[in-house]
């Protein structure tokens, strides 16, 4: 039984790395904006099917799919909260959480109109081998989505910390009127972090659909598996997301091997549930302080 | 006050709605006559889903959970134990109420706004696996046949039957709803929505109420569940997905939150009319993501709020505005 232990923590990590991605998304634009995002799966779902029209319909490279893809879901991003977030944002979180969530049902009701009973898969842009190491088997899908995640990872780590536009991010991050008084433009920001975050689902989704068939519902799948990940390692904290993300990942493989394949379904529910009524503040997100 | 009474007076005059749609079964063919039942059904769901979202103010998707598992309790009661469709009406709404409470637990312990979100998401999502995993009671994916019913003896063999009983049930929880919002407990609901800290502080139990917001919303959507169960004759775990969470949204924020009126409204409204269009998978997310969009947007106390503006009679009076 232990024999394949490195194995499933090899696949665990792999698939925690794309929750990684997606909830770093989703926490890039909660720390921007304070809005849990209820439709970012969609927008993730919106990404995936972006990346095939791009690739399948118009025939282009992967790559240059890729980034169109996630340009176009910048504009979406930026959009959504250009027109529906903005003009509600000083309302309850009520609206901000039943707005988001609707305009995800928009999205992906219009995939479902267009594409509900097809069954897409998308082509991979690699050969679809495995290396063995050892008694380990690591397959290309697992090297590419995570090899894809840690670069992303640390093309964002520079940008937060070693550029003038992270420093605007972090001081946003920190205060936001407290960014406002010193010249920050504030809304013009946050517009900005929303079509990030939603470039970044998209890549996400891209990652996503290169190994599980595409369906309108696979962003609803990711919403909740990111939201286990941001819980565990604690809601609002990036680098939490990520760790919470892998763990995630890995306890998947782990309890669906060791106990049973049907936990596999239920793990990001069960995580959720139990961080939040054990330790709200997950593994490294600070005690929330309410607003009074 | 006197002036209240007038108002009082007129509202008493809507106790003659129900009475009117005694009349209404011979002038509908049977699919309408199945399409007003549903209404019906959707009555208790958004009164019960408006009380806590509305009226106590809790960011809580569980919603589906307490309607799948009032659904379950009565068919696998019916199913296994032979009991009339009657007698599973209490237990149905009793573990819809169960629900409620256990939701209610996250809230207890300082889980609010976003966070209650995700966690009674994640709920409702293991409810639905459950429902999928606990093969021998609900019959897995494949969904199990709910026996016909009866009340007291009086089989429920046809939809018109069923509408009678329905309106009984609906016109129960609302007018029971309405009571509760108008007592000590409502006036405690709408301190805890305005300002949890004051209410506390003005010796509010704020964790009692909630308990007990969460438990009767609970009861009478498990009640609502318990109706849908005999009405489509079929549950499958399908009927409890989050396409039903965008529908009970709907409802509730078309309508108009933390109304009564509201939650009627709500469910005549988006029940009703998407029938049309229930042929074409999407097409529902569709209307519904963009009808609760619009009314954030530009009708932000759904249609409640205009029935209100042309008769006061219509206005809520467990809303401070």
Redesign the interface.
């Known amino acids: 039984m232990l024999i394949v232990l490195p194995q499933l923590i090899v696949g665990g990590i792999a698939t925690g790395m794309l929750y990684a991605l997606i909830a770093l998304s989703m926490t890039v634009v909660y720390r921007a904006t304070t809005i849990?995002n209820?439709g970012h799966g969609d927008l993730v779902m919106a990404g995936a099917y972006a990346i095939f029209v791009f690739t399948a319909g118009l025939a282009l490279p992967f790559l240059p799919a890729l980034l169109l893809a996630a340009g176009l879901l910048f504009l979406l991003g930026f959009g959504l909260h250009r027109l529906?977030m903005q003009?509600?944002m000083s309302?309850?979180?009520?609206?901000l959480?039943?707005?988001a969530?609707?305009?995800?049902?928009?999205?992906?009701?219009?995939?479902?109109?267009?594409w509900?009973?097809e069954t897409l898969a998308l082509a991979r842009p690699y050969a679809q081998t495995s290396f063995l190491l050892g008694q380990t088997v690591f397959t290309m899908d697992d090297i590419v989505t995570t090899g894809a995640v840690l670069l992303l990872l640390l093309a964002l780590f520079c940008v937060l910390h070693l550029t003038p536009a992270g420093k605007i991010i972090q001081a946003v991050f920190q205060s936001q009127r407290g960014a406002a008084l010193v010249g920050i433009n504030v809304n013009a920001f946050h517009g900005v972090m929303w079509g990030t975050g939603a470039a970044l689902g998209a890549i996400g989704g891209a990652l996503l659909a290169l190994t599980v068939t595409l369906s309108?519902d696979i962003g609803?799948w990711t919403l909740?598996r990111a939201?286990?990940a941001m819980?565990l390692g604690g809601?609002g904290s990036l680098g939490g997301a990520v760790i919470g993300g892998i763990l995630l990942g890995v306890m998947e493989k782990l309890l669906g091997f060791y106990v049973s394949t049907?936990f596999i379904?239920?793990t990001?529910?069960?995580v959720?549930?139990l961080v939040?009524?054990v330790r709200?503040q997950g593994l490294f997100g600070r005690p929330?302080a309410?607003r009074? | 006050m006197a002036s209240e009474a007038a108002p009082r007076r007129a509202r008493r005059r809507f106790l003659l709605l129900p009475a009117l749609l005694l009349a209404l079964p011979p002038f509908l063919d049977q699919y309408q006559q199945y399409v007003v039942n549903l209404v019906l059904v959707y009555i208790p769901v958004g009164v019960g889903f408006n009380l806590v979202?509305g009226n106590l103010?809790q960011?809580a998707f569980s919603n589906v959970a307490f309607f799948g598992i009032g659904a379950y309790t009565s068919g696998i009661l019916m199913l296994k134990l032979g009991l009339p469709w009657w007698a599973t009406l209490p237990p149905a709404g009793i573990m819809g109420a169960l629900a409620g409470g256990a939701a209610s637990?996250?809230a207890l312990?300082?889980?609010?706004?976003?966070?209650l979100?995700?966690?009674t998401?994640?709920?409702g999502?293991?409810m639905r696996?459950s429902y999928i995993?606990l093969e021998s009671l609900t019959g897995g994916s494949m969904g199990m046949a709910v026996p016909s019913a009866d009340v007291f003896g009086w089989a429920l063999a046809t939809e018109w039957r069923k509408f009678y009983v329905f309106l009984a049930l609906a016109a129960a929880t609302v007018i029971a709803t309405d009571r509760l919002l108008r007592s000590r407990i409502g006036r405690a609901f709408m301190a805890i929505k305005d300002?949890e800290?004051a209410a506390a502080a003005m010796g509010i139990a704020t964790s009692g109420y909630f308990v007990l917001g969460f438990a009767w919303s609970g009861f009478v959507v498990g009640i609502g569940g318990a109706m849908f169960a005999v009405l489509v004759g079929h549950l499958s775990p399908d009927s409890f997905d989050?396409i039903e969470l965008?529908l009970q949204?709907a409802i509730i924020?078309v309508g108009g939150?933390a109304s009564l009126t509201g939650s009627v409204l709500g469910a005549v409204v988006i029940t009703a009319t998407p029938q049309i269009f229930a042929n074409?998978?999407?097409?529902?997310?569709?209307?519904?993501?963009?009808?609760?969009?619009l009314v954030?947007?530009f009708l932000?106390r759904g249609l409640a709020s205009l029935l209100a503006r042309l008769h006061p009679v219509f206005r809520d009076q467990y809303y401070d505005g």
């Open positions: 849990v209820f529906l003009p509600i309302g309850p979180h009520l609206s959480a039943m707005m969530l609707a305009a995800g049902n928009v999205l992906r009701g219009a995939a479902r109109l267009e509900g009973n309108p609803v909740l939201f286990a819980t809601f049907a379904d239920i990001a529910y069960v959720t549930i939040l009524l709200p929330a309410r009074i | 979202v103010g960011l637990v996250p312990r300082g889980v609010r706004s976003f966070y979100a995700v966690m998401l994640a709920f999502e293991l696996w995993r300002n800290t989050l965008i949204f924020m939150l074409f998978p999407g097409f529902q997310e569709l209307i519904f993501g963009l009808l609760i969009v954030i947007l932000p």
